[in-house]
């Protein structure tokens, strides 16, 4: 588990962008079997999470159509709500950072840190940008 201090400024990037912190699994739960589309960001420490998720993320929520819901939980900390989400990623294995996207509780796409790492913060607002207009 990451110390408080550490993390609490990576989680308020996304928190103050409008994100709803998942910090139990009835709220993972609640989260994913919303109506309409619910975006989950799987947060992290790691360097691809500050370089390229967390602003490629940000920059893409400037995008006229968007996820009906942002919700986020922080590997290494929200240990119980992260293990709930990943449950419903499978077959993807885990996964920090990472990002998915569900709609009416079904998984329509997720971008692992594979995905993430080596690509700057415009590639992958743009790819969540072209994700958001198929799905949401």
């Given at each position: 588990m990451y110390p408080p201090e550490l993390v609490a400024p990576k989680k308020t990037e996304l928190t103050?962008?409008?994100?709803?912190?998942?910090?139990?699994?009835?709220?993972?739960?609640?989260?994913?079997?919303?109506?309409?589309?619910?975006?989950?960001?799987?947060?992290?420490?790691?360097?691809?999470?500050?370089?390229?998720?967390?602003?490629?993320?940000?920059?893409?929520?400037?995008?006229?159509?968007?996820?009906?819901?942002?919700?986020?939980?922080?590997?290494?900390?929200?240990?119980?709500?992260?293990?709930?989400?990943?449950?419903?990623?499978?077959?993807?294995?885990?996964?920090?950072?990472?990002?998915?996207?569900?709609?009416?509780?079904?998984?329509?796409?997720?971008?692992?840190?594979?995905?993430?790492?080596?690509?700057?913060?415009?590639?992958?607002?743009?790819?969540l940008k072209m994700v958001f207009d198929e799905h949401c």
């Open positions: 103050e962008a409008g994100f709803s912190e998942l910090l139990t699994v009835d709220a993972v739960d609640s989260a994913i079997a919303a109506n309409g589309s619910t975006l989950v960001v799987i947060n992290s420490v790691c360097g691809c999470a500050a370089s390229s998720m967390r602003p490629g993320v940000l920059t893409a929520l400037k995008h006229d159509k968007l996820p009906a819901n942002l919700t986020t939980a922080f590997a290494g900390v929200d240990t119980e709500a992260v293990e709930r989400v990943r449950k419903f990623l499978l077959p993807y294995p885990p996964s920090s950072p990472s990002i998915a996207l569900f709609k009416d509780g079904r998984l329509m796409h997720m971008v692992e840190r594979h995905h993430i790492e080596g690509r700057n913060a415009e590639m992958i607002s743009e790819h």
